[in-house]
């Protein structure tokens, strides 16, 4: 099994070791990455210029990994990845150092790179972790991360799952995405020459719903969510053309 990984951590991210680390069980591994941070980049593509692609080094507590690093966004990395090596069976994506749940998935780098698989195509995974008052202890989470991995790839018929991973996980749940509105707020302040400057703030609404992925984590489950490409509302699409109809000459009933 060929097996590609990227995040929005950037190539240097100890979670991105950690995760080549243990899909490396699966089968071949190969790394390509953002150069720098590119975290909240979403589903970004670099379009008005040329991208590298620079081999490097990944390595982790036990191995070292085939490696190359790319000055564009996550979803830069998955398309270079894939046209510089055939044939990947899966795309992973992580282990982000941050959850990505609920309205998060709008923003996440670490899911689009996953998204972009799915896009061209292939399987993508992304595996997500809470950073606390510590860096994530990869070694802990490791095993549960093999796990949601050994489930998954047995599936046949999963183009994009998001991946959860709380600090001490105490099982597996597959959820859905919360849409739970968040606190996006801006906050403005000063920089050191007395220029104002903001800060966009998210903050997710604590309330959540059973069986989501924000529910999950709370109940220290590994939340595992099946996501789909087609964004379309099928109720709203019924209700629109009942309606309103569809037609060359405009609103046909
Ligand atoms: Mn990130």
New binding site residues.
């Given amino acids: 099994m060929r097996i590609l990984i990227s ?3 950037g190539i240097y ?1 100890p979670g991105l070791a950690a995760l080549a680390e243990v899909a490396s069980k699966f089968g071949e591994v190969r790394v390509v990455a953002p150069d720098v ?4 980049m979403s589903h970004a593509i670099t379009s008005s210029r040329p991208l590298s692609y620079r081999r490097t080094v990944v390595a982790s507590f036990t191995g070292r990994f085939e490696a190359y690093r790319v000055n564009g966004t996550p979803a830069d990395c998955v398309a270079l990845g894939a046209h510089n090596w055939e044939k990947i069976d899966v795309v992973l994506s992580g282990i ?3 959850t990505n749940l609920g309205s998060a998935v709008w923003h ?3 899911l689009a790179a996953a998204k972009q698989a799915a896009l061209l195509g292939l399987r993508g995974i992304a595996f ?1 972790t809470p950073v606390t008052d510590s860096e994530p202890d990869f070694r802990a989470i490791a095993p549960w991360v093999e796990r949601s991995l050994t489930m998954l790839l047995a599936e046949k018929d999963l183009p994009l799952v998001n991946v959860n991973v709380p600090v001490k996980p105490a099982g597996i749940c597959w959820t859905r995405q919360s849409v739970q509105h968040y606190d996006g707020r801006v906050v403005p302040g000063t920089d050191p020459m007395g220029r104002a400057h903001y800060w966009y703030t998210v903050v997710p609404i604590t309330e959540f719903e059973e069986g989501t992925d924000r529910w999950a984590m709370e109940k220290r489950l590994v939340s595992v969510t099946p996501l789909r490409l087609d964004l379309t509302d099928d109720a709203l699409l019924a209700a629109g053309r009942k309606h309103h109809g569809c037609g060359g000459d405009g609103v046909v009933g």
């Fill in positions: 995040n929005d951590d991210s941070e590119q975290s909240s982000n150092l941050g996440s780098g670490t997500s």
